[in-house]
């Protein structure tokens, strides 16, 4: 499995605010949103506080590919929509460490939250 480089984590543990670009599922049509990005040292999230319904997890999902300006560079990415409650809640931690405690999280006793349904780790896409 294809790896980020040490420059691409290292942008995005640096950088606030990200473009990622999605095709439309309807229509094709490239469609940016500003989104925050956050990392584990190896790998990238990104996420919609939004949840599931905003069209840039729509389109991610349906695509299965987006490009990310990251680092002064367009990446071609490819999303694995993180599904575990576990894992979600570990990715809303590093989010929370990164952005600050208004970041929405859940407790294992309850539901996840629109944003940790809303997960994805970003890989380089072939």
């Known amino acids: 499995m294809a790896e980020f480089s040490a420059e691409v984590i290292k942008a995005a543990q640096q950088e606030r605010e990200v473009t990622l670009t999605t095709n439309g599922r309807k229509t094709g049509k490239p469609r940016a949103v500003t989104i925050w990005i956050s990392t584990d040292g ?27 300006k990251l680092g002064g560079r367009a990446i071609k990415v490819s999303p694995r929509h993180v599904t575990d409650p576990a894992e979600a809640r570990a990715v809303s931690q590093i989010v929370r460490d990164k952005y600050g405690a208004n970041v929405i999280h859940s407790k294992p006793t309850e539901p996840l939250s629109q944003g940790e349904q809303a997960t994805f780790e970003l890989l380089p896409a072939d």
């Open 42 to 68: 190896h790998r990238i999230f990104v996420r919609s506080g939004g949840g599931l319904g905003r069209d840039w997890p729509q389109n991610l999902m349906a695509r299965g590919e987006g490009a990310l």
